[in-house]
């Protein structure tokens, strides 16, 4: 069955401006979380939903920000952007949240250059 | 808070050799200890995991880890690398309930022709 799919793949933007990223989970799983990817920082929770709720969310500002909708898929959205959002972004699924067979699976994240 | 540490930035190794990936741990309880593998703009791809049972677990592409609760260790191994092996490498703990996880800082993994 597909994957985790993350839409766009690359995308720029300049300052100050807002992005929205999408996430399809796999097919049944319906717990999504996002994932931010820096080289300095390294892989940083941002948030997880389930249920179209916001379960968990990491240590960062108000302008970022998600949503999950009734089919699972999820968007993220940064807004009012800094040079320092330029990152991979990983969506990861799985069944629900804390299942017993516990892995995550990743998409293959988009990559956000903010100039 | 869980957290993992990756105390090596890049592990060199011979094709042919044996390769180690070090990660130690501190959580809370149990835990749910992951491996995760990282190629050039990819996403993560899922190792191996310990939930619990056996100390030595088996994962993909001829990975194994091993926990150790004493040390709060769960070193990856692969008894004979290869150059395709060549990546990044992600030790991950999660707390039991939900899915966040804790990230190593990763190592970058090369292995020599």
């Known amino acids: 069955k597909a994957g985790v799919t993350q839409t766009p793949r690359y995308l720029i933007k300049t300052r100050g401006q807002q992005v929205t990223l999408s996430c399809s989970p796999i097919s049944g799983h319906r717990s999504v979380s996002w994932y931010q990817q820096t080289p300095g920082q390294g892989l940083q929770f941002l948030f997880e939903?389930?249920?179209?709720?916001?379960?968990n969310k990491g240590n960062f500002p108000g302008r970022f920000s998600g949503r999950q909708f009734s089919n699972s898929r999820s968007e993220m959205n940064v807004s009012t952007l800094e040079l320092g959002d330029s990152a991979l972004y990983l969506c990861?699924?799985?069944?629900?949240?804390?299942?017993?067979?516990?892995?995550?699976?990743f998409g293959e994240g988009s990559r956000l250059t903010v100039l | 808070a869980q957290s993992v540490a990756q105390p090596e930035d890049q592990v060199n190794v011979a094709e042919g050799n044996p390769l180690t990936v070090k990660c130690t741990y501190s959580?809370?309880?149990?835990?749910?200890l992951f491996w995760y593998v990282q190629y050039p703009n990819r996403g993560l791809q899922f190792l191996l995991k310990?939930?619990?049972?056996?100390?030595l677990v088996k994962g993909s592409y001829g990975f194994e880890a091993e926990f150790n609760k004493s040390q709060t260790s769960f070193h990856l191994k692969k008894p004979s690398a290869l150059v395709s092996d060549s990546a990044l490498y992600f030790c991950a703990v999660r707390d039991r309930g939900n899915n966040r996880l804790a990230f190593g800082k990763g190592n970058q993994v090369v292995v020599i022709p």
């Open positions: 990861a699924s799985s069944l629900v949240p804390g299942d017993n067979t516990g892995e995550l699976f």
């Open positions: 939903y389930f249920s179209e709720t916001q379960r």
């Open positions: 310990y939930i619990t049972g056996d100390n």
């Open positions: 959580v809370s309880g149990n835990p749910y």
